[in-house]
């Protein structure tokens, strides 16, 4: 069928997009990269904590005859993986695959790495209890003693990741158009009248989206950083009835950005101590019983502690003079005795305003894409492929028929 003549339903493509289209690309691939990331991290994080965890269970009976059995099949477990990959390893056929005998090694092959991995499931009986107080000693040292500490432990990594990994999803399904949205209405569009209705709509979501964010924030910094939410009025403004007026965002946002350059080097100090416990704690000491009061108070010393807490509150912070070799635990300390213990969770959580300002860009991007012919508004569009071109543009933009195809069959 020839296609001169029939209409091209593609907006015209404006020089002026083509930039734009290539940083959205750019910006999608780096998400992409970052999403991978961020869900490689989780995964390693979660397989570290039950890793941990059941090798640091001992395996007893409770006084009411229950069995505390998770150390124990989590070492079946381990010693059938090891025993199966030896014996796959040393019964790897040695004829090839065209040679008549080679069915027969694989069948030895398969019955002995079988028997092998039933054996490993019994054999961790063998070794019960055995490391139990060496993980105990280094999982507690991550979860009470360490820059995780911070941050909630293994768990509120895990937690975090999986929210920031949530955030960079939405972010890259608006990119691509795949949004959760109501598209029923522009099915009784025309083409012409798709991009403006689209792009209002877009444009909604991202004013909504960063309306979100400033909630989040204004949130975040009364319940987490508690800033208190109203304070007296200056002079020349007419009082309210309440008789306060409410906090400045930019004194909102000023405490919170205070508050994390604190915490910076916070993190600074206590991974200093990381570094101190790290050979101690994988050499079998107790993360505990290394560090001395006399070693600690150097430790204070040597930080420039006065540029964030008055000196009479790091007074606070050094151990018993008279008591040099009593051991102080390696986990910092804040002046004034604010909680340590999560004192990060509130900075992960502005996770939360940053992904929904990105989401909002990712709305305007779109709009601005679509009005330059650069996005084909279309319904069914997010069901295409997602495919790029080499030169930044998305899969569903058709090129232009050239004067030289028109008219071909």
């Not at 399904?173 to 877009?202: E, S």
């Not at 020349?236 to 930019?250: I, M, N, R, W, Y």
């Amino acid at each position: 069928m020839s296609q001169e003549g029939s209409p091209n339903t593609h907006a015209t493509k404006r020089a002026w997009g083509a930039p734009l289209a290539r940083f959205d690309a750019a910006w999608t691939k780096l998400e992409a990269r970052l999403a991978a990331a961020v869900l490689l991290a989780e995964i390693v994080a979660l397989c570290a904590w039950i890793s941990l965890k059941g090798l640091s269970a001992e395996y007893q009976v409770a006084g009411d005859g229950e069995k505390n059995v998770s150390g124990l099949v989590f070492r079946g477990l381990i010693t059938a993986i090891v025993l199966g990959l030896i014996a796959l390893r040393l019964t790897r056929p040695k004829v090839k695959a065209d040679d008549p005998a080679y069915a027969a090694a694989v069948k030895r092959q398969n019955g002995v790495v079988t028997g092998s991995v039933v054996l490993g499931l019994v054999a961790g009986r063998l070794w019960a209890n055995g490391g139990t107080d060496y993980f105990e000693n280094f999982l507690n040292w991550l979860q009470s003693a360490s820059l995780l500490m911070l941050i909630g432990g293994l768990r509120g990594v895990a937690t975090r990741l999986t929210l920031w990994l949530a955030l960079l999803g939405a972010s890259l399904a608006t990119a691509n158009g795949k949004h959760i949205n109501i598209d029923v209405v522009m099915r009784f569009l025309t083409p012409k009248m798709r991009v403006p209705v689209a792009v209002l709509g877009w444009v909604a979501a991202a004013v909504m989206c960063t309306a979100g964010a400033w909630g989040f924030v204004d949130h975040i910094a009364i319940a987490l950083f508690k800033v208190h939410p109203f304070e007296p009025c200056p002079a020349g403004v007419e009082v309210p009835k309440s008789g306060q007026c409410l906090t400045p965002a930019s004194e909102k946002v000023g405490t919170i950005l205070h508050d994390l350059g604190t915490h910076a080097f916070v993190i600074t100090r206590q991974l200093t101590l990381d570094v101190k416990s790290l050979p101690h704690v994988i050499a079998g000491t107790k993360y505990n019983g290394y560090l001395t009061n006399a070693e600690w108070n150097t430790w204070v010393a040597d930080g420039d502690w006065t540029a964030h807490f008055p000196a009479e509150q790091i007074q606070g912070l050094l151990a018993p003079a008279d008591r040099p070799n009593d051991f102080h635990i390696p986990a910092v300390s804040i002046p004034g005795g604010q909680e340590v213990r999560g004192l990060l969770i509130k900075d992960a959580d502005l996770i939360f305003p940053f992904g929904l300002l990105m989401i909002a860009l990712r709305f305007i991007l779109r709009s601005l894409l679509a009005i330059s012919g650069h996005v084909e508004v279309d319904p069914d569009s997010a069901h295409k492929e997602d495919d790029e071109h080499p030169d930044g543009l998305r899969s569903d933009e058709e090129p232009a028929h050239s004067a030289g195809t028109e008219g071909e069959s």
